[in-house]
Structure formats: structure tokens, C-alpha cells
């Protein structure tokens, strides 16, 4: 199959690299089918709209940087994406990348739960007060959270 991508422009993927997201993204509920690949730097992925190539989000690992991070999610949301053990599920974080140069940052109260068994993913609101929508990715992982 090939996808029309906003790094990359025109490439082909393959079929595993497809995941569905019943409800789409918060403000981007119309869009349900993307594509997860490798960014030039590790440890990002691209997670890629199929349906508009200007839809693509950086994501990555939030326990690249947060070994404390602990997501809960109800039985209705690991339900929706058919998750029925935690070993199933990856987990990515958004990632904002100011134009002014400012601190790189990841919404940590937002998650996206990947059911890696059947690719169907979610994106959680997590009510934990710890977690925000803008963490500076690297001063958390040079303050030893990451370690």
C-alpha cells in the first residue's frame, strides 16, 4: 500500500504499520485510519494519517523519559480498542516541537494506547494531576526521571 506522508511524501508500508483509531484523535475525530513509522531520530515515530497526508503527529515512548509514568485506563476504554492485558498494549505520547526554538514538549495527559494484537489504538484523558499536556521532554530526562 502507499501512503502520501507529510515527512516523507509518497512511500509504500506495509500492511503491519496500519492501525485504526475508532474515535480518532481529540480535534481530529473525522480521521480514523493511520499508519505508525520510524522518524529520522530515534527514539520519535511518526504516527501518519492515511486519509490526509498534513495529518501526522511525532510521538514517542513516554518511558524514554518518565519511568514513573502509569496510565489507567477503564474497562470501557481498553474495551474499545479490545485490550485485554496490559503486555498487549504500547503506549506514545504526543510531541510539540515549538517553532520558536522553545523547549520540546509531550502531552503526558493524553495518551495514545496502541493494541498491538489487533493495531485498534485510542487516545486516553488520563485525570491524574501529575500528568499535563506540555512536560519538557529533555529537562525530565536529564532530572533522573528517565533513568
Keep these: ?9 509518497l512511500i509504500e508500508i506495509d500492511d503491519k504499520q496500519k492501525l485504526t483509531i475508532p474515535n480518532g484523535l481529540f480535534g481530529f475525530e473525522d480521521y480514523k485510519d493511520y499508519i505508525i513509522m520510524d522518524a529520522e531520530q530515534e527514539p520519535f515515530v511518526w504516527l501518519q494519517s492515511v486519509e490526509v497526508p498534513e495529518i501526522a503527529f ?3 515512548n513516554p518511558f524514554v ?3 514513573d509514568y502509569i496510565i489507567h485506563l477503564s474497562d ?3 474495551n474499545q480498542i479490545g485490550l485485554t492485558s496490559p503486555e498487549n498494549a504500547l503506549t506514545f505520547v504526543i510531541v510539540t516541537i515549538p517553532q ?3 523547549p520540546m514538549t509531550a502531552n503526558l495527559q493524553g495518551p495514545i494506547v496502541i493494541n ?5 489504538a485510542m487516545q486516553a484523558v488520563l485525570t491524574d494531576s501529575r500528568w499535563r ?7 525530565e530526562y ?3 526521571k528517565g533513568n
Excluded at 116 to 120: A, T, Y
Design 76 to 78: 470501557d476504554e481498553q
Design 1 to 9: 500500500m502507499k501512503v502520501d506522508t507529510k515527512a516523507y511524501g
Design 133 to 139: 499536556t506540555k512536560h519538557d521532554i529533555m529537562a
Design 100 to 102: 520558536d526554538g522553545g
Design 58 to 60: 511525532i510521538l514517542i
Design 142 to 144: 536529564k532530572s533522573g
Design 65 to 67: 523519559f518518565r519511568k
Design 116 to 120: 498491538k494484537n489487533n493495531m485498534n
